[in-house]
């Protein structure tokens, strides 16, 4: 059974960037995912990566967000770049159907 804890988030300055971390205890292959659900709203896609590290983005963060994965550490990230504050959000990393239990995001001046 894998197990996924997220870490990285926090209070940013809009404009700024922030790194998720994602690491996975057990197996540690197939397709790594993320999540996030703001406040009164759906989950919703970030990003995904495969085992070979094709990537998909939301079109909402193409050109920001970068997935990325280490598979000899068995760690997903996403690196966040120019944050704006419609990112705020609790942000969630899928493996199949384990979910993390999330890590707060909050984009404010």
């Known amino acids: 059974q894998v197990q996924l804890v997220e870490s990285g988030g926090g209070l940013v300055q809009p404009g700024g960037s922030l790194r998720l971390s994602c690491a996975a205890s057990g197996s540690f292959f197939g397709i790594m995912g993320w999540y996030r659900q703001a406040p009164g709203k759906q989950r919703e896609l970030v990003a995904t990566?495969?085992?070979?590290?094709?990537?998909n983005y939301a079109d909402s963060v193409k050109g920001r967000f970068t997935i990325s994965r280490d598979n000899a550490k068995k760690t997903v990230y996403l690196q966040m770049n120019s944050l704006k504050p419609e990112d705020t959000a609790v942000y969630y990393c899928?493996?199949?159907?384990?979910w993390g239990q999330g890590t707060q995001v909050t984009v404010s001046s």
């Open positions: 990566i495969t085992s070979g590290s094709v990537t």
């Open positions: 899928k493996a199949a159907v384990v």
